[in-house]
Nanobody, 119 residues
Framework: QVQLVESGGGLVQPGGSLRLSCAAS????????MSWYRQAPGEERELVGT????????NYADSIKGRFTISRDNAKRTVYLQMNSLKPEDTAVYYC????????????WGQGTQVTVSS
C-alpha cells in the first residue's frame, strides 16, 4: 500500500522555522522525484519545489527561494522541507507529491500538514 505521510506542521511566529518531513512507503522511493506543494484557503494548490530522485537537482518557486530548502534521504525514504524566515503568507496546507522518473503515469499525494504562521 502506497503511503506518503507528512509531519512537522504547526503554529509558528513570523520569522520562525519549521521542518516538514514526508515518509514514503509502498513504492520505489529512489526512482521518484519528490515535490512539496501548498494550498492556502481559497487559493489553488501551488508548487513549492522539487528534488530529483538522486537529490542532485532542486528547483523552487520564486516566492520561497532562499528561505526554503528541500532535501531527501533515500535510505530513510524521507523527503524534507526546511522552512526559514516564515511569513504569514506561507500559511497553508503543505502536501508531499511523488512522481516517477521512470513510469510517466505513476504519482502519489500525501494527505497534507497544516502550517500556520501567526503572532
Amino acid at each position: 500500500q502506497v503511503q506518503l505521510v507528512e509531519s512537522g506542521g504547526g503554529l509558528v511566529q513570523p520569522g520562525g522555522s519549521l521542518r516538514l518531513s514526508c515518509a514514503a512507503s509502498g513504492f520505489t522511493f529512489r526512482r521518484y522525484a519528490m515535490s512539496w506543494y501548498r494550498q492556502a484557503p481559497g487559493e489553488e494548490r501551488e508548487l513549492v519545489g522539487t528534488i530529483s530522485s538522486t537529490g542532485g537537482t532542486t528547483n523552487y518557486a520564486d516566492s520561497i527561494k532562499g528561505r526554503f530548502t528541500i532535501s531527501r534521504d533515500n535510505a530513510k525514504r524521507t523527503v524534507y522541507l526546511q522552512m526559514n524566515s516564515l511569513k504569514p503568507e506561507d500559511t497553508a496546507v503543505y502536501y508531499c507529491y511523488a512522481r516517477s522518473e521512470v513510469i510517466a503515469w505513476s504519482s502519489y499525494w500525501g494527505q497534507g500538514t497544516q502550517v500556520t504562521v501567526s503572532s
